[in-house]
């Protein structure tokens, strides 16, 4: 039997979820630049951790310097090393040129000139982001690593879970539907719980110089915006010229390159007004149902023809608590960045894939792009589209999920 007082271990876990003092808690911060990263970094020195900030070099941005609107680019580089002199805290830029260059840039252009829609910020969170720079972070002795994105992690009874940011409006969730759980288990998102003004207003509290600074837009890699010009430096023949023909067969007109396209768009078609063959009565307006690559074909219809209710997803990543090949469940699930939830059934398979059936038809759902599931706030996981065809809405079981938008904007171009 124990005598004398008793003395009971209570574990102190930090504002990380660490059982470590702040001081003796290495966290690396991925500095881009920006007003959020660098908020992060502050919020984090002023809490007494050990940080290290680091800032990735991903492509030449010699050309960049001074343009404003994109990340990584040299005057981004400058403004972290600003952040960190101000903060106090080591700063170190990493070349990733050649590792970015192989697993987002080649793979962009590539998906691009095979008619998808690709999103190459998704690319860079799995590879360059999650995958290369927290190996990076382990090496350098770190206990976690921290970034800016608007993404709440929540502990759930099975570890951590990932859930859309407080502020709808700047939620990053669709983008991170790529991070596994072994990645999840070192990364933490600050900024999750906090609207944007409220970030401005610390960054002006920490007297941060890029306080005032703009937020990204563009891809970083494509100046101006000109995607069609990117690929076609990189895929000379995506840019051949070929046919531009309606569903129905009919010859329309020609195009310069199936690249300057997308699944939904309506302008820049220059084929005119045109009339139904039976009827003579005005068509109406026609929007691009689909792209060809092997016979270098711009597909095109009227809008009805671009609805979907079943797609068709590969590469999965799971991050839901169950999720057995062929089970039904119930989602809420977002086919671009931009769009409300729609309800759905989602069934995976045992071949890293699932098929979505949506309650209602999604339009201008473009391969390339991103289908992101959701059970209520919580990102259960995601995958590649690869095929969006029409079919009969399935009969859905409860009202679980929030409801398709009635607005849902057609795809264009990220």
């Avoid at 095979?114 to 350098?140: S, Y």
Wanted: proline share 6%; with cysteine; aromatic share 6%.
């Amino acid at each position: 039997m124990l005598s004398g007082p008793l003395h009971l271990y209570c574990a102190v876990m930090n504002s990380l979820g660490i059982d470590k003092a702040p001081a003796a808690t290495r966290v690396v911060v991925a500095m881009s630049g920006g007003v959020d990263s660098s908020v992060v970094a502050a919020l984090l020195a002023e809490q007494g951790y050990d940080v290290l900030g680091v800032t990735l070099q991903l492509y030449d941005h010699g050309a960049a310097i001074g343009r404003k609107g994109a990340c990584c680019a040299g005057q981004d580089i400058h403004d972290a090393r600003q952040v960190a002199d101000r903060l106090g805290v080591p700063h170190y830029v990493l070349d990733y040129e050649e590792r970015f260059r192989r697993d987002v840039i080649e793979p962009f252009a590539a998906a691009y000139a095979q008619g998808e829609t690709p999103i190459p910020c998704v690319a860079c969170n799995r590879t360059a982001k999650f995958r290369d720079l927290l190996a990076t972070a382990r090496d350098l002795d770190a206990d976690a690593m921290a970034t800016g994105h608007y993404v709440r992690r929540v502990m759930g009874p099975d570890g951590p879970e990932l859930h859309r940011a407080a502020d709808a409006d700047r939620d990053q969730s669709y983008f991170l539907f790529g991070t596994t759980r072994e990645q999840l288990a070192m990364l933490h998102f600050p900024l999750g719980g906090l609207p944007k003004a409220e970030v401005r207003d610390l960054a002006r509290r920490f007297g941060l110089s890029n306080a005032a600074k703009p937020d990204s837009q563009d891809i970083c890699f494509v100046p101006n915006g000109s995607y069609a010009r990117v690929v076609e430096r990189l895929r000379p023949g995506a840019a051949e010229p070929g046919e531009i023909v309606h569903t129905d067969g009919r010859r329309l007109g020609r195009h310069d390159g199936i690249i300057n396209y997308t699944v939904g768009q309506r302008r820049g078609l220059n084929i005119g007004g045109r009339k139904d063959p039976q009827t003579g009565e005005d068509e109406g307006a026609l929007y691009v149902v689909r792209l060809d690559p092997d016979t270098r074909r711009v597909v095109v219809g009227p809008r009805a023809a671009l609805g979907a209710t079943i797609i068709n997803v590969a590469n999965v990543n799971w991050l839901g608590s169950h999720g057995a090949a062929g089970q039904r469940m119930d989602v809420s699930a977002k086919l671009r960045s931009t769009h409300h939830p729609s309800s759905a059934a989602l069934f995976l398979d045992d071949q890293g894939g699932a098929r979505l059936e949506l309650v209602a038809p999604e339009y201008g759902v473009a391969p390339g792009q991103a289908a992101v599931f959701y059970d209520g706030d919580r990102l259960l996981g995601g995958g590649d589209i690869k095929r969006a065809d029409p079919a009969l809405p399935y009969a859905p079981r409860s009202a679980a999920g929030t409801s398709p938008s009635a607005n849902s904007r057609l795809s264009s171009r990220p």
